[in-house]
């Protein structure tokens, strides 16, 4: 079973920034490819961004695009979410997310973690 364990999340003013981690344990064909979804409070989850096995295709959500990027790092089989000028509206529970194939946003993954929380004030 494949297990993912998120940290970094918490409180941040508007225009800050912030580094999600994901750390990754179990059959490693369960994270070839990684990445990360959220859910704001009343809204349904929605694709952040993703990255393949070897870190040579990322994908991002037009809304993140030039504002977060996403990295792995194969020996400690992590993945990161560096989050800069954070908005309020990216508040949300960011989940860590993992599939044999690579994710896309409108595919839900096969292994989530359990969330962090991003709470970005005005």
């Known amino acids: 079973q494949v297990q993912l364990v998120e940290s970094g999340g918490g409180l941040v003013q508007a225009g800050g920034s912030l580094r999600l981690s994901c750390a990754a344990s179990?059959?490693?064909?369960?994270?070839?490819?990684m990445g990360w979804f959220r859910q704001a409070p009343g809204k349904e989850r929605e694709f952040v961004a993703a990255?393949?096995?070897?870190?040579?295709?990322?994908y991002y959500a037009d809304f993140v695009k030039g504002r977060f990027t996403i990295s792995r790092d194969n020996a400690k089989t992590t993945v990161y979410l560096q989050m800069n000028t954070l908005r309020p509206e990216d508040t949300a529970v960011y989940y860590c997310?993992?599939?044999?194939?690579?994710?896309?946003?409108?595919?839900?993954?096969?292994?989530w973690g359990r969330g962090t929380q991003v709470t970005v004030s005005s």
């Open positions: 997310v993992s599939d044999r194939t690579m994710i896309v946003p409108d595919i839900a993954p096969r292994y």
């Open positions: 179990g059959p490693t064909f369960g994270y070839v490819s």
């Open positions: 990255i393949n096995w070897s870190g040579g295709s990322t």
